[in-house]
Structures are given as C-alpha cells and as structure tokens.
C-alpha cells in the first residue's frame, strides 16, 4: 500500500491534469436512492474532493455528458426511465447534472459539457492534452493509439487524493479517436440551445411516485409551454415533448409523444423570473402541505424526494433563464418549506398562496381554501362553501 501511494504521487507530478468522467460518480456525493435534500451533504463532499485533488497535485477538469445520444444510448436510457416508473425508483435527483455542474463550477473547476458522446470527447482531451482520466468505464481503453493513464476510484486520506489504477485490457471493438478537430464542448449545460436546435424536449419520470401521481411535467405544461416561449420559439411553432406515464388501466408504462405550442401568459412568465416559489406553490402546493396525505405504500423518503422533485422540476426551468444558482434555490426551497414547525410552515405557505380562511358553520372548526381553488370555484361559477371538506360530504 505504502508502494501505491509513492507510485501516485510521483504520477501526480508529471501528470498534472486529471479529467473526470463527473456523472460516473454522482453516487460519491449523493446517497443512491437516499435523501434528494441532502444538497448541504453532497456540497461539503464536493469541496473537499477539489481540495483533495488540488492537494495532491493535480488540476482537475470535469466532463458531464449532455450530447445527443447515439440510438442504443437512446434506447437504454428509455428502458433505464421505464424502470423508474415500474419500480417508483428514482436513484439521484432530477437536475443532477444541473445540480453537480453548479458545485464543482462553484469551486473553481471548469465544467465541459459534451456535445457530441462524453467517451469520445474525454478522452480526446485527454489524449491531446496529456491528461489522467477518473472513470469507472472500461471504454476508455477501446481508442487506438491511446496513452492515457486510467484511474477507476479515488479515496481521500489527509486531506490527499489516492487513486486506484485500472488496469490496461483489449478491448473488443476498438474506434479511433477523436483528435483532428477536437469535439466541440459547452461551458454550461445548453438546455436552450438543444431545444431550440431539435425541436424537442425529453425528460425522465421526473418524480419516484410517477406510478401514483402521474409524471410531474404533465402537470406544469402550461409553464414549459412558457418556457419554450421565453428561449425564443415563436408561438406559431411546435416543440415535441416526449417523456414516460403510467397507463393505470394496462398496468403499464407509456410514453407521451406530442407536439406542444409556446404560450404568452403574464402570470406563467412571473413564475419564470420574478416568483418561482409562486409557481411551486401554485402547482404543487397539495403535495408541499400534505392536504394530499402521503400513500400507505410509499416510504417518508421516497415522499420526501417527490416533493424535491416538485420544487426541482419549476427551479430548474426558472434558473436556466435567470442564471440563478440552482443549488442556493433549492436550499431555500428546503428552508421554505421543510424547516421549523410543520403547522407554521403551513400557515406560511397558505398565506403566501392566497389562501382564505373560514370557519365551519357545522362543526365550528377552521379550514381553508386555497386561491387556486377560489379561481376554479369562480371559473365554474359556483359559490364558496362554509363548510370543511369533512362536513361537507358527511351525510
């Protein structure tokens, strides 16, 4: 062991580059299927694995894959999503790559989104640039001509960065690689620039309680239709959505596949910008306050991370047009909803919503109701009801 260490540390000060294959370790900073509000955990774990690195010698780049997936990629990733819904497992939170590209950018790394496969352009920077690759993946090793130096774990000890050598094999479908030019990359993740390009917007089961609920993004479609207006696409246009359901009836997963206009609504737009929490709070605040009660069947985490995926799915959109920190948002998120005393958080939440409140005139108790269903009371012209919702349907 001893041996080991000496042999990476007089590696580190001849190979000073160290590119990292980033979502491969998302499970290094954030608990598989653990908590999603954990942010604080996965922060504190980012920063001192930076300080590791730069400790122990070496300047590291990180790679995180957004390019256009190639049709087997594609298709592992939908049958991936379809076994997310089945299961009502969802292992690392929506916006994860969002999420740890912020935190290594916010330590002073320099993020590279892909463009084009992750595989092929980490290790065409490596190769051209000299660099050390961390990656659990053996296809490192399929480029010809390739002399890069491969590390498949890490561990800190004192503060030091230890790396765990992968050892050289023939891989059985070797490719060439991609040096003469090198693969285009992006400083952030092109969110806008993929959508406005393919005319298309693909999101996963974006919740572990699709299965139950539906998925989130059917319900917030007013807000991306919202969105899709805001990065540019005129109204006369269409965006494809494309994104898994549960078909209740046959039991099984279906996927939605339609085509959607952008729409130009003031109040929509301010959810965008200026109120994000309003936009929460409008489409998620039955979820957020318990009025609708967590399912016998589901765990008090797996609640939990559905309503991080709530407050996620509306933060994300808004902090890609605003330039928000995405991780700040979410902590205050936590804050808002999640912190103190229930009965008071809830109180605070109905307040901020709109809510009024009544007594009932049968059993005396106080009860409320919320401006979202004022609004359709008032849409379907029907007059408010004095009564709680449990005296109003006892006979």
């Not at 009932?360 to 359709?376: A, Q, Y």
Request: with cysteine.
């Amino acid at each position: 062991m001893l041996i080991f260490r000496l042999e990476i540390k007089m590696e580190s000060s001849h190979k000073k580059l160290l590119y990292m294959d980033g979502l491969n370790y998302a499970d290094s900073f954030f608990q598989r299927e653990g908590s999603f509000w954990k942010i604080e955990d996965a922060r504190q774990l980012v920063a001192e694995f930076v300080e590791a690195t730069r400790n122990s010698g070496w300047k590291l780049e990180v790679f995180i894959d957004a390019g256009i997936q190639s049709d087997e990629a594609q298709r592992k990733w939908k049958e991936r999503r379809e076994d997310d819904v089945r299961t009502g497992s969802l292992g690392m939170p929506v916006g994860l790559q969002f999420i740890l590209s912020s935190l290594y950018i916010e330590n002073g790394i320099k993020v590279h989104h892909s463009k084009v496969d992750n595989d092929d352009t980490l290790a065409a920077y490596a190769q051209a640039h000299g660099a050390a690759i961390l990656s659990r993946d053996k296809d490192f090793f399929r480029y010809r001509q390739m002399t890069y130096t491969v590390y498949k774990e890490f561990d800190i000890h004192n503060g030091k960065l230890l790396l765990t050598k992968r050892d050289f094999f023939l891989h059985d479908s070797p490719r060439a690689l991609m040096l003469d030019p090198l693969p285009e990359t992006y400083k952030s993740l092109p969110t806008i620039d993929r959508i406005s390009l393919t005319r298309q917007c693909q999101r996963g089961a974006s919740s572990p309680l699709t299965k139950v609920f539906g998925n989130i993004q059917t319900k917030i479609m007013p807000l991306k239709r919202q969105f899709f207006f805001e990065i540019g696409i005129p109204i006369d246009q269409t965006i494809r959505v494309y994104y898994p359901e549960w078909d209740k009836k046959k039991k099984q997963v279906i996927w939605v596949d339609e085509l959607v206009t952008p729409c130009d609504d003031p109040v929509q737009k301010s959810f965008l910008y200026d109120n994000p929490f309003g936009g929460i709070d409008y489409y998620f605040w039955e979820y957020i306050t318990d009025m609708i009660p967590k399912p016998e069947s589901c765990s008090k985490n797996n609640w939990m991370n559905h309503k991080f995926c709530c407050c996620a799915t509306i933060l994300e959109l808004s902090c890609i047009l605003t330039g928000n920190s995405f991780v700040d948002m979410l902590l205050q998120a936590k804050d808002k909803y999640f912190v103190g005393d229930k009965q008071s958080r809830k109180d605070n939440i109905m307040k901020a919503a709109g809510a009024l409140k009544k007594n009932c005139d049968r059993c005396g108790k106080n009860f409320e109701i919320s401006e979202k269903e004022r609004r359709k009371l008032q849409e379907m012209k029907v007059k408010e009801s004095n009564r709680c919702q449990k005296c109003l349907f006892s006979k």
